[in-house]
C-alpha cells in the first residue's frame, strides 16, 4: 500500500492566525466555550484526522510587564481540553501539552493514564521542557532551568511516569496485588515509589510527541518520540529534519517506522488561486504590525519596539544578543539571510502562522503539495493550523481529505479505536504476566 | 437545606469507565443534588483513584446544572498548575466545578519534597497554596476582556494583574494566563477532620462535609461561620429511615452528603425514593434554581480581590 499521511489539528484561541479572534466569521466569546472544543473535536473526527493537538504555556502574554491587549488570550489547561472532546469522539486521538520542567511525574502520569482509561485508548502527551523564563517566576524560581539539563530532568520524568504505567500487569485488578509492583524510581531528579493508582492504561502507554528542533531536543525525541511537531517551511529543509531524526533513532536501535514526522501547516482554500490570495490579504488587514513585532521579540529575546518597521530585520544583531535562539527563530533569520527582508515582513510572517509553512491556494492544490512532500520524503503527515476556527478547518475536511483519500494517501475510514492503532505503532508490552 | 453525593462505595467496573460515571452523573441530577464529589475511590475494593480534571470536564456535556467537584492532592500542587486547570474546568462547565483538597500526604513517596515536610508545614503550604491559587483566579478582573473587534482590543490590560506573591512556600509572580472563572474562585470543599483539617478548613474552606455521627456543633466551632457545614449520611436502601436522619441533621446544620453503599443502585433508589419526600417537605426545590455551583450553594460570587 502506498504510504499513508497522517493528520491532527492544532486548536488555537480562534484560529492560528494571530487576530483570528477579530475575523467576522469567529465569534470570539466562544475561545472560553466547550462548544468551541466540541464543534472542533467533531470536525477532526469527520475528516478522520489522528488527533486533535493543544499546546500550552505557563505564563501570561506580555510586553514590557503588561499583558498584550491586542491577541487572544492563551488556550485553556491543555488536559482540560482534550478531555471535554473525548466525551463527544469516539475515535480521534488527543494530545495535550505539559511540561516536565514544573509538573511532578507521579501527578502526570495519572492524568494521562486517566485520559487514556476514559477515551478508550486515545490519549497522547506532548512532552515539552518550557522554554520561556517568565514561566520559571510562576513556580517559585527566580530562573529558567538551563536547556540540557531541562531535558536531561525530562528523560527521567518520561522514565519515571513509564516505570509508573508499567506498575500493574495487563489486566491486573485491584484483587492481584500479587501483580502490581511499585517501581520504587530513583533517579537524581526524582524519587516515585509508586504503584499507579489505577490499572495500566488500555494503550500501554499513552502515545509520546515531542516538539524540541535543537540539539538536545532532537536527541530526546529519537529517543522517547513516537510523533513529531515541527515547523519547517520548505521541503528540503523538511527532509534534512526527517533524515536527521532517523539517523539519531538507528544509533538507538529504533527504526524509523516508529515515529511519524508531521510538520505544522496552514492552509488559506480558496475556490481559485485568485480567491485565495485575496482571503489571505483580508487576514492580513486584521493585525497590526506592533503584534507582530512583539511576536518577534518575544521570539528572539531581542527588542525590535524601536526599529523602523522598514528597515532590515538586523539578524546579525539578533544572533549576537542572543546566541541560544529556538529553533523556529533560526529558521526565520535563515530565511532573511537568503533573501532581503524587513521587519514589516518578519511581522507578517509572525502573525500568519509564525513560522509554520502556510499554504494559499485551491484544495486540489494542496492535496498535491501534501502527497508531494509525503512521496519526497518530507514528512510522514501534517499538523492543520486553520487561520481561523471553525471555518478554515471545516474547509479542510471538507474539500481536501477527499482530495487526499482520491489520490490513495489518506484513510477512508479508522483501522481501531486508539491513537496507536491510527499511527500503526506497537502496543508497549509492559510487564511479563505472572498469573496463575 | 444543601445536598451533595458522593461516589466512593463498591460498583464501578474494574477498570475506569467513562460511561460508568456518566450514569452517575445523570442520576444525581435527575435528583436534584448539587454537587456530585469525585474524590473516591472506586471499583472492586477501592480498586483505582483517577486524575480529578479529565474526569470532570469529561462529565460537562452529559449535564447541565448539578456541580462537579474533583480531588486535588493539595500538598503537592503548585498552585499555578491548579488554577489554571480549575479555571480551564470551571470554564468547559460553565460555572460548576469544585475543587476537593486532600490532605494528609496519600503517597508521600512519590513526591521527594513531601518526605521532608512535618504535618504542620505541610497544612502551612496547602494554605499558602489555596490562597495563592485564589490570587492568580483574580489576576484577570471579569472587565479583563473586552472582545473589541473594531478597535482591535482584545483584553484591557490595566484589569490584568501580576500577583507578586512571595510567601513562606511558594513566590508566585502571576498574572495567570487564563480568564477568571466564571465562578469568580470555584468554591474549595474540604473533609479532614484532623485539627490541622479543621483549622485549614477554617482559613480556606467554602463547604466542609464532617464525617459520619460526629458532632457537628463541635465542629461548627472549629471551623467557624463561614463554611457551609454538610453532614454525611449513608444510604444503603432504607429510604423511611434516611428521611428521618435527614431531617434531623438538617436542623442542626446546612445539608447533608450522601454516601451509597452500591453505585448507581443506591443512588437510584435515593434519587427516587428519598428526594420526593424531601421535597413534599419543603427541605428540597423541586428544580435548580440557577446555573452555577456557587449559586446552588448560595455562595457569593467573589469580587477580584485586585477589583479597583
Known amino acids: ?44 473526527e469527520r475528516g478522520l484526522f489522528d488527533l486533535f493537538f493543544v499546546g500550552d504555556a505557563l505564563n501570561a502574554r506580555e510586553r514590557e510587564g503588561r499583558v498584550v491587549g491586542e491577541i487572544a488570550i492563551n488556550n485553556l489547561d491543555p488536559v482540560s481540553i482534550v478531555s471535554a472532546v473525548a466525551s463527544v469522539t469516539e475515535r480521534v486521538g488527543l494530545v495535550a501539552t505539559l511540561s516536565t520542567t514544573y509538573n511532578e511525574p507521579a501527578m502526570i502520569a495519572a492524568k494521562f493514564a486517566t485520559l487514556d482509561h476514559l477515551s478508550g485508548g486515545r490519549a497522547g502527551w506532548n512532552v515539552v521542557t518550557t522554554l520561556d523564563e517568565k514561566a520559571a517566576l510562576n513556580f517559585s524560581r527566580s530562573e529558567a532551568m538551563e536547556k540540557s539539563l531541562r531535558y536531561k530532568r525530562a528523560q527521567s520524568f518520561v522514565d519515571a511516569c513509564r516505570a509508573l504505567w508499567d506498575s500493574w500487569e495487563d489486566g491486573a485488578t485491584a484483587a492481584e496485588p500479587g501483580r502490581i509492583k511499585a517501581p520504587m524510581y530513583r533517579s537524581e531528579y526524582f524519587s516515585v515509589d509508586g504503584p499507579l493508582g489505577m490499572p495500566r492504561p488500555p494503550q500501554g502507554h499513552p502515545v509520546l510527541v515531542q516538539a524540541g528542533g535543537s540539539e538536545p531536543g532532537r536527541d530526546f525525541a529519537a529517543s522517547i518520540g513516537e510523533a513529531i511537531f515541527t515547523a519547517q ?34 492552509p488559506v482554500l480558496g475556490d481559485t488561486e485568485e480567491h485565495a490570495l485575496r482571503r489571505e490579504a483580508e487576514f492580513a488587514e486584521l493585525a ?29 544583531d539578533i544572533r549576537a544578543f542572543n546566541p541560544a535562539l529556538g529553533e523556529n527563530a533560526v529558521s526565520l533569520m535563515r530565511r532573511a539571510e537568503a533573501s532581503p527582508m524587513t521587519i514589516r515582513d518578519a511581522a507578517r510572517i ?77 502496543r508497549p508490552p509492559g510487564r511479563p504476566s505472572t498469573r496463575t | ?102 490532605t494528609g500526604a496519600r503517597k508521600p513517596g512519590d513526591f521527594g519534597h513531601a518526605l521532608k515536610h512535618t504535618t504542620a508545614e505541610r497544612y502551612a503550604r496547602a494554605a499558602e497554596c489555596i490562597a495563592v491559587a485564589r490570587k492568580l483566579w483574580d489576576s484577570w478582573e471579569d472587565e479583563a476582556i473586552l472582545l473589541d473587534k473594531p478597535n482591535g482590543r482584545f483584553s484591557n490590560p490595566d484589569r490584568v494583574h501580576p500577583i507578586n506573591h512571595a510567601g513562606t512556600h511558594f513566590s508566585v509572580r502571576g498574572p495567570l494566563n487564563a480568564p477568571r472563572p466564571l465562578q469568580g474562585n470555584p468554591p474549595v470543599i474540604m473533609r479532614d477532620a484532623s485539627p490541622e483539617g479543621f483549622a485549614l478548613a477554617r482559613e480556606s474552606a467554602d463547604l466542609f462535609i464532617a464525617p459520619e455521627s460526629s458532632d457537628l456543633a463541635a465542629i ?9 457545614l454538610l453532614a454525611t449520611v449513608p444510604f444503603a436502601g432504607k429510604p423511611q ?63 477580584s480581590q485586585f477589583a479597583a
Not at chain 1, 520548505?234 to 517506522?257: E, N, T
Not at chain 2, 461548627?220 to 457551609?228: D, K
Open chain 1, 1 to 44: 500500500m502506498t504510504r499513508q499521511l497522517h493528520l491532527g489539528v492544532f486548536i488555537y484561541p480562534g484560529g492560528h492566525h494571530i487576530a483570528a479572534w477579530r475575523h467576522p466569521d469567529m465569534k470570539a466569546e466562544r475561545i472560553t466555550e466547550l462548544d468551541y472544543y466540541i464543534e472542533n473535536g467533531r470536525i477532526a
Open chain 1, 233 to 266: 517551511g520548505a521541503l528540503p529543509g523538511a527532509q534534512a529534519f526527517r533524515a536527521d531524526i532517523h539517523r539519531r533513532m538507528a544509533k538507538l536501535g529504533r527504526s524509523p517506522d516508529s515515529i511519524k514526522i508531521m510538520p505544522g501547516l496552514s
Open chain 1, 288 to 316: 497590526h504590525p506592533s503584534v507582530g513585532v512583539w511576536m518577534l521579540t518575544e521570539m528572539t529575546r531581542f527588542r525590535l519596539y524601536d526599529h523602523p518597521l522598514d528597515s532590515l530585520l538586523p539578524t546579525k
Open chain 1, 350 to 426: 509572525m502573525v500568519r502562522s509564525r513560522v509554520h509553512q502556510s499554504f494559499v491556494g485551491t484544495p486540489e492544490q494542496l492535496a498535491d503539495h501534501m502527497t508531494m512532500w509525503l512521496n519526497e520524503g518530507g514528512s510522514d503527515g501534517f499538523n492543520i493550523l486553520p487561520p481561523v476556527f471553525p471555518n478554515d478547518f471545516a474547509l479542510f475536511v471538507d474539500h481536501v481529505v477527499p482530495e487526499l483519500q482520491r489520490r490513495g494517501v489518506y484513510r477512508r475510514d479508522y483501522a481501531g479505536p486508539t491513537l496507536r492503532d491510527h499511527f500503526g505503532l506497537p
Open chain 2, 1 to 102: 437545606m444543601l445536598l451533595t453525593a458522593s461516589t466512593s462505595g463498591s460498583g464501578a467496573s474494574l477498570a475506569p469507565s467513562l460511561d460508568w460515571f456518566r450514569t452517575l452523573v445523570r442520576t444525581a441530577e435527575r435528583g436534584g443534588v448539587d454537587a456530585l464529589l469525585l474524590d473516591g475511590q472506586w471499583g472492586a475494593g477501592e480498586s483505582f483513584v483517577l486524575d480529578p480534571i479529565p474526569l470532570l470536564v469529561a462529565l460537562a456535556e452529559c449535564s447541565t446544572y448539578i456541580g462537579l467537584a474533583g480531588a486535588i492532592e493539595i500538598d503537592h500542587a503548585e498552585p499555578f498548575n491548579i488554577a489554571r486547570s480549575f479555571a480551564a474546568a470551571d470554564r468547559l462547565t460553565a460555572g460548576r466545578s469544585a475543587l476537593i483538597t486532600a
Open chain 2, 220 to 228: 461548627r466551632r472549629t471551623i467557624g461561620e463561614r463554611p457551609r
Open chain 2, 241 to 303: 429511615a434516611c428521611v428521618a436522619e435527614i431531617v434531623e441533621l438538617s436542623a442542626r446544620c446546612d445539608g447533608v452528603d450522601i454516601v451509597s453503599a452500591t453505585l448507581p443502585a443506591d443512588l437510584e433508589l435515593f434519587v427516587d425514593e428519598v428526594v420526593p419526600l424531601l421535597r413534599a417537605r419543603g427541605l428540597r426545590p423541586s428544580a435548580y434554581a440557577g446555573k452555577t455551583l456557587r449559586e446552588h450553594l448560595g455562595l457569593s460570587r467573589p469580587r
